[in-house]
């Protein structure tokens, strides 16, 4: 399944898919971009990130894509677990600012 | 290492009434952060101070919201006078040098 980010805020994936999750990010100036996994009742925890030297970053089952030219990010997560239930946030920031800007999240559900 | 801790939890005011959110930063972290999220958004960047100064606080509405980081203690954010649009979850993170974020769990400010 895909997520289109703003216009579908909702995914849902069957257990054991991959799941893609994109965020079209706002500031051409941003150069440092950083997923979010949000459970409910939870502050947002750290997934992976990624800087604008670079189009592709990979951890443990998780993969961020960074399209500049778009202005595009994605986050690819394999095999996915029902711990994968979250709310998926990207953020954006530029080297010297302080401050994230956040999209406005990607529900994921993991049917089992 | 504890992370960052913020209490309460849950906070329950009547409009008019004062609200205190309190935050202790992970140990050795000097940036603190504030970030408002309403349900189903993203977060909302509020505040950033550093141990004794605002540093940038161009998140903040300008009238009844302050947050002070002394030099012992937790960082406090204030909402004097909270109205209803007040309600949110707020998010505390704190950074060791302005990378690298730890969000706490929140506070989940209801105005009744």
């Known amino acids: 399944g895909e997520s289109v980010g703003l216009h579908l805020p909702t995914l849902s994936v069957q257990e054991g898919d991959n799941s893609i999750i994109n965020c079209a990010y706002s500031?051409?100036?941003?150069?440092?971009f950083i997923w979010y996994k949000q459970e409910s009742g939870k502050g947002p925890q750290f997934i992976i990130d990624i800087r604008s030297n670079m189009d592709k970053r990979q951890g443990q089952r998780v993969t961020v894509l960074l399209n500049k030219t778009v202005k595009h990010l994605s986050l690819q997560i394999a095999a996915t677990q029902p711990g994968d239930s979250a709310v998926y946030f990207c953020a954006e920031t530029y080297f010297g600012n302080e401050k994230l800007t956040f999209g406005t999240g990607t529900r994921l559900t993991i049917i089992p | 290492n504890a992370g960052v801790m913020q209490n309460p939890r849950h906070l329950v005011r009547r409009r008019g009434q004062e609200a205190r959110l309190r935050c202790s930063p992970m140990k050795g972290h000097s940036h603190v952060y504030w970030y408002r999220q309403l349900p189903e958004e993203g977060l909302k960047f509020m505040v950033y101070?550093?141990?004794?100064?605002?540093?940038?606080e161009s998140g903040m509405p300008k009238e009844r919201f302050s947050a002070e980081f002394p030099k012992e203690g937790p960082s406090i954010l204030r909402i004097q006078q909270v109205v209803r649009g007040d309600s949110a979850a707020y998010f505390c993170?704190?950074?060791?040098?302005?990378?690298?974020?730890?969000f706490g769990s929140g506070t989940r400010l209801t105005v009744v």
């Open positions: 993170a704190s950074s060791l040098s302005g990378n690298g974020y730890t």
């Open positions: 500031n051409s100036a941003s150069d440092y």
């Open positions: 101070l550093q141990k004794e100064n605002i540093i940038d």
